[in-house]
């Protein structure tokens, strides 16, 4: 009897607690210039609308601070600044700081200590790094602000936030950097980069690290290249260097033979190349889910989000399958069970909502529901 009324107890308090839990979603709104909020309630599969929130045009890149109180916004329309809402305890968000960048940024993420902004400018060929005060405010006198050469694309340090990597998608080249977590300064490695050239114009683009290390003790980065098609993975050192090996296609083979090889696209805008004998490749965006066993790749001209298997052995990616999903598939995000993958498409004005079969893999669309116009970030607060 005794045995009964404990495990009554502890079932009620594990449901206790997972009717407090939630999980917040946020997609910027590029054309509309707002962000969306949505609340992903797991135990019901949808997504709840919570409400718009006027961002600034052309509201793109977004970041949540560390104790999920904070999202952290990068307009890239004129004056280019970040924007900082707080994170209400329902979901909604209350804007409280706008502070200038010094150019238009592609990609924001937070070093791993949460006290440093770091943001990406394709067009300025630059990065810079903002410290955080202890409201959440960004601090508007960079750090230090790294001019880096063709078309820097995104930022992130890695898990041990001792090194900082930053792609080229203008130069073919991965930029590696060691950085100083105290006073958010970085110096360049030696080597300063890596080529990424298997192929000339790869466009190295979107990258996310591996949550652990390989059966063999390597910790694997996985890199999106945008015009070649392609996910390099390389492996890091001890002093924060990155060896290239494989270079895996990132599509269904029967989808990517009607397309050719991708083109940079100019500054003036995604839709104004010249015509081509095939649908150009174009890809956005990649992540991993938390246990490490499945990747994710979304690529715009076709409108499809690719899934891989990881290889806990060597960390290497095999095709699971292409699913097509919201037209011009920008940023997608996975939520901390791995259960869940949410996508949105610049030319949609919908997301999707997706489970993810914990033993394939495999997608499974579970419901759109409406978003802004030129939808392209998101952003799961857990």
Known sequence: MKKTVIAAGMMLFASTVLAQEKSFVYVS?????TVTAYELQKAQRQLKPIGEYPSGLKSMPMVVSQDNKTLYVSVRSKPYHVSAWHIQPDGSLQHFADTPLPEAMAYV???KSGKFLL????GGDLFSINRIAADGKVESAPVQVVHTGKRAHSIQTDPSNQFLYVPLLGADQLLQYRFDSHSGTVTANTPAFVNIQRESATGPRHFTFAPQRDEKGELNLYLLTEMAGNISRLTLSKDGTLTEHEATP???PAIAANMQRGEARPLTGDDD???SAKPRLWQADIHIT?????LYSTERTSSHITAFHVSPNDGRLTLINSTPTEAQPRGFAIDNSGRYLIESGQKSTQISLYSIDQTTGKLTLIERVPTGKGANWVTIVE
């Open 119 to 122: 943001s990406s400018s394709y």
């Open 273 to 275: 190349l010249p015509k």
């Open 109 to 111: 993420a937070l070093d």
């Open 250 to 252: 990132s599509l269904d």
């Open 290 to 294: 938390p246990n490490g066993r499945f």
């Open 29 to 33: 709104n590029g054309d509309s210039g």
